[in-house]
């Protein structure tokens, strides 16, 4: 990419469609867990929304980091300041490693009290804990490749992402296949089963992907795995960016942990339904998740190049790829909802009563196809205060209207899941607003 020129379509493509090949290797995890569990029962199929979100709001402090680390990155990136790269994310990975530990505590020694007082089943209380105390274990592994993800992502260098997703997605699906029903000689351990399958196939995937940096990256030229002193000025710079990031991350799961906290208040039926539908929403949402990125990391680039001018255009042409590729995907799966979700669960009724829930989604997918590409542009502006005000002003109405159409109204399933509308309409107008007013040309990094 020329500094004097705007990312042509196809160099947005270059970068995305690795991430887009990542996510969906990854997502095979969710999927294959879910669609698993499904064939061994409603509860477990609720408990791993319930324990799966649970771990993944924790998980996101790691990743909301990750993305500070990759916003500084592509500034650093597009400077060609390449020796500072290595700093940032050896000094990353040192935090990286003890945030995973703290978390790797709490949940070990305090998840059954923090989730006693929010879950009304007992049968899902228990599967719930079981699912956590296996799935803690992949979160060192799982920090690491955050670690690696946001360097790849950082330099535009994101065709390795595709491997390693493979590599973690094969193992996954194998050991789910193993552990969860008892083949190939394996214990049979259910739902246990499916989260350490998913923390075994995390480790394997973390391997392969510092195998690889260590034998195809040019380590000098990055000054990257120097494992130097421990550096709290770098880490501190990082966080002055990623903090934002990772309290909006552990937000915007954490309201997606309490909309399902108040879904099993509506019972074990609709728990599972929307299990089903958070599965199918995250596989669809891949688009979007990808250039997303791509957004963020291109935006940090041409910023670090003394292009702002180019910061808007860049937007524009993203969110145009987006919307292009999102819409078709959502009308190709509109024509068969009965195949989509029949992958999760063989039971009729659960299919024909899910099906209102994933119409909805779908057309909330066209919304979060503009707003989370506006909201992406307003974090690689590295302006991640303003977009945590923005998010959490979002996820306050978001819980509100889903409280309101679950508990005190006490709609279907589907019209409750209609909140996602609100909260995508509400992101994207607050983006919008804060991307054209043209303050985030007053930040340094």
Same mark, same amino acid.
């Given at each position: *990419? ?11 493509? %270059? ?12 997502? +095979? ?6 669609? @698993? ?21 924790? &998980? *996101?402090?790691? $990743? ?59 049968? +899902? ?23 690696? !993800?946001? #360097? ?18 094969? %193992?996954?699906? &194998? ?5 969860? #029903? ?13 989260? /350490? ?27 990257? $795995?120097? #494992?130097?002193? #421990? ?6 710079? %990082? ?8 309290? =909006?991350? &552990? /937000? ?8 399902? *906290? ?28 990808? @250039? ?15 292009? %702002?001018? =180019? +910061? ?16 078709? +995907? ?22 024909? =009563? ?7 989604? *779908?057309?909330? /997918? ?8 506006? &909201? ?15 998010? @959490? ?30 909260? $995508? ?15 985030? !040309?007053?930040? =340094?990094?």
């Amino acid at each position: *990419m020329k500094s004097s020129s705007i990312p042509s379509y196809r160099r947005i493509w %270059t970068i995305s469609l690795p991430i887009i090949l990542s996510l969906v290797a990854q997502n +095979v995890i969710n999927v294959t867990d879910t669609a @698993f569990l499904g064939r061994v029962g409603e509860v477990e199929l609720g408990a791993s929304a319930i324990a799966g979100l649970f771990y993944i709001s924790l &998980f *996101m402090l790691g $990743f909301g980091f990750g993305i500070g680390g990759q916003i500084l990155i592509g500034r650093r990136n597009g400077e060609r300041n390449y020796t500072e790269i290595g700093k940032i994310t050896d000094n990353s990975l040192y935090f990286l490693m003890g945030m995973g530990l703290l978390l790797f505590l709490i949940i070990k020694l305090f998840s059954p009290a923090m989730l006693r007082p929010l879950i009304s089943s007992d049968a +899902v209380y228990q599967a719930s804990i079981d699912f956590l105390q296996y799935r803690i274990y992949g979160i060192f592994f799982a920090f690491g490749n955050i670690l690696l !993800r946001a #360097f790849y992502i950082g330099t535009t260098s994101t065709k390795v992402l595709t491997y390693n997703a493979l590599i973690m997605a094969a %193992t996954n699906v &194998f050991l789910d296949y193993a552990l969860i #029903f008892g083949n190939f000689g394996f214990p049979e351990m259910g739902i246990k089963g499916a989260a /350490l399958a998913s923390s075994i196939a995390e480790a394997i995937s973390a391997i392969y992907f510092f195998a690889y940096t260590f034998k195809m990256v040019d380590l000098r030229k990055y000054n990257l $795995f120097s #494992f130097g002193r #421990f550096d709290w000025a770098i880490v501190r710079k %990082t966080l002055d960016i990623s903090i934002f990031v990772m309290l =909006q991350y &552990f /937000l915007s799961l954490a309201s997606w942990f309490v909309f399902f *906290m108040i879904i099993e208040k509506m019972g074990e039926r609709p728990l599972a339904i929307s299990n089903i539908i958070r599965s199918a929403y995250l596989v669809l949402m891949i688009p979007v998740f990808a @250039f997303g990125s791509t957004t963020n990391t291109l935006v940090s680039n041409v910023i670090g190049r003394g292009r %702002t001018d =180019q +910061v808007i255009p860049v937007i524009k042409k993203v969110a145009i790829m987006n919307f292009i590729l999102i819409g078709s +995907v959502v009308a190709i799966s509109a024509l068969i909802p009965n195949l989509l979700i029949s992958v999760y669960t063989s039971n009729p009724e659960l299919v024909q =009563q899910t099906i209102p829930s994933f119409y909805v989604v *779908m057309t909330s /997918l066209l919304l979060f196809s503009f707003s989370n590409i506006l &909201f992406n542009g307003v974090s690689g502006t590295a302006n991640t205060a303003t977009a945590l005000t923005i998010e @959490f002003f979002t996820i306050s109405v978001y819980l509100i209207a889903a409280y309101i159409l679950a508990v005190v109204l006490k709609l279907e399933t589907a019209y409750v899941w209609m909140s996602e509308y609100i909260y $995508f309409l509400t992101l994207g107008l607050l983006s919008y607003i804060y991307l054209k007013s043209g303050n985030w !040309r007053k930040k =340094q990094v």
